[in-house]
């Protein structure tokens, strides 16, 4: 996965938007250099071209005319004197030069600087006489022309930037919905529902490929999902009879009048984790009867009488411990619901509590506003990722099938309630919303 430079990740269409930031940009960046010296010999080119007519101009001029010697030293000295940036002298008073074209930097007296100048100097015949003509014109400068070209590109650079953006705004809104479209129905997918994604057709072949894909995964893992489902259900309902039959032998064996202490207390260490198995097979067959919906026993209840009902049955287990027990109980409608997984819920959570509480520490439960509040004195915070997973143990007790929490979280869930857990100034708390 891609990630920018604070380790946050991006969107796949910003690599693209960077990367043709970047091109253009470069591209731009050399178009200036390759601008100016494409305008400078169309400039010059322009400029010769033009010498070489002012030249011919001249030389036809003067033969149409056909000026007398004296006239004709007098044009060419005023001609002299008025074109500054050009002049006509005769050959006897120069050295002969070949015909060349030039370039030479100098004062330019109208504009106060120095500036670039191209010049053609050539041969002409006047009366059939030589003369050498020479004739400047003042190039554009140099500095400005690059000034205004790297302007020119700069604004063109921040109008294809923000084109860019645009297009990367409306690609990503239409190209990009069926992906969304499918994200959207992954996130809310829930297997234990049992029920098969069914995506949109796409124009784009991709994203059809893809969901068709992710359909036969989805089709595959809920198939398992189900066998699964099915295999725990079974085997535990299978286990039952087992478990009843090897309890009811271990206490005909303890009740035997010739048994020995040694054979007594392994009958016993048999007892004690056959006692944990016969508890999560119970807990595994109701975890599969809550998956099910098949607790439809709904009726009006209401969790004051469930919560004083559930701490007499766990008294015992409070006062071995000296756990201090404060019960806040304010205004709470009676909730609609199946009593049975009402006291479950109940007592998995005071159980919960109680099994994470110190020794003469506390417990406090309240009831009020449709929310259920139980907090508990504690020392280290739950692992809040597998905190409602099956067999997620966070205790070496005993008694613990590791499956209290994960029947609580399926019970929220059946009935649309809202379970959270936090941990704050050394006290763990849980709640639930109905």
């Known amino acids: 996965m891609e990630r920018d430079t604070n380790g946050k990740p991006h969107k796949l269409l910003d690599n693209t938007f960077k990367a043709f930031s970047f091109y253009s940009l470069a591209i731009l960046i050399l178009s200036i250099p390759s601008y100016f010296l494409v305008v400078d010999w169309i400039w010059v080119t322009e400029i ?6 002012i030249m011919e101009r001249i030389e036809n001029r003067f033969d149409q005319v056909h000026v007398s010697e004296k006239d004709l030293e007098t044009i060419l000295n005023t001609w002299n004197i008025l074109q500054p940036s050009s002049s006509i002298r005769s050959l006897s008073h120069l050295e002969a030069k070949p015909d060349s074209i030039y370039e030479i930097t100098k004062y330019n007296e109208y504009e106060k600087e120095w500036d670039r100048f191209r010049g053609l100097q050539s041969v002409i015949e006047i009366n059939k006489k030589l003369y050498l003509l020479n004739v400047e014109t003042n190039v554009e400068e140099s500095y400005e022309t690059i000034f205004a070209i790297g302007l020119i590109t700069l604004l063109m650079y921040g109008l294809l930037v923000f084109g860019f953006i645009r297009l990367n705004k409306s690609i990503s809104i239409k190209v990009w919905k069926p992906f969304y479209l499918t994200l959207s129905k992954l996130r809310s997918f829930d297997i234990n529902e049992g029920e098969k994604v069914v995506f949109e057709e796409s124009e ?39 478990i009843a039959l090897l309890k009811s032998k271990l206490d005909i ?8 202490q040694k054979h007594a207390d392994l009958i016993q260490g048999i007892q004690i984790p056959l006692s944990r198995l016969t508890r999560v097979n119970k807990n595994l067959l109701l975890l599969a009867k809550i998956e099910n919906s098949q607790f439809d026993d709904f009726e009006k209840v209401d969790f004051q009488i469930l919560i004083d009902k559930s701490m007499d049955l766990l008294h ?24 049975f997984l009402a006291e479950t819920l109940i007592n998995n959570l005071l159980s919960n509590s109680i099994r994470h509480t110190p020794i003469d520490a506390f417990i406090n439960v309240k009831l009020s506003n449709r929310v259920l509040t139980i907090s508990n004195s504690g020392q280290d915070k739950l692992e809040e990722k597998t905190l409602f997973e099956r067999f997620s143990i966070s205790t070496t007790a005993t008694t613990n099938s590791g499956l209290g929490l994960a029947i609580l979280k399926e019970i929220c869930k059946q009935n649309s309630w809202t379970v959270n857990y936090k941990f704050e100034n050394s006290t763990h708390i849980f709640s639930v919303q109905f």
């Open 253 to 260: 064996l303890l009740q035997q009048e010739n048994l020995s």
């Open 316 to 339: 015992d287990y409070i006062e071995e411990r000296n756990i201090k027990l404060e019960k806040e109980i304010e205004v709470f409608e009676t909730v609609f619901c199946s009593k």
């Open 48 to 53: 010769d071209d033009n010498h070489e007519i």
């Open 204 to 242: 784009i072949e991709e994203f059809n490929e893809l969901n068709q894909t992710i359909s036969a995964l989805i089709n595959q893992s809920i198939s398992a999902y189900n066998q699964q489902k099915s295999f725990v259900a079974n085997a535990s309902h299978e286990l039952q009879t087992p």
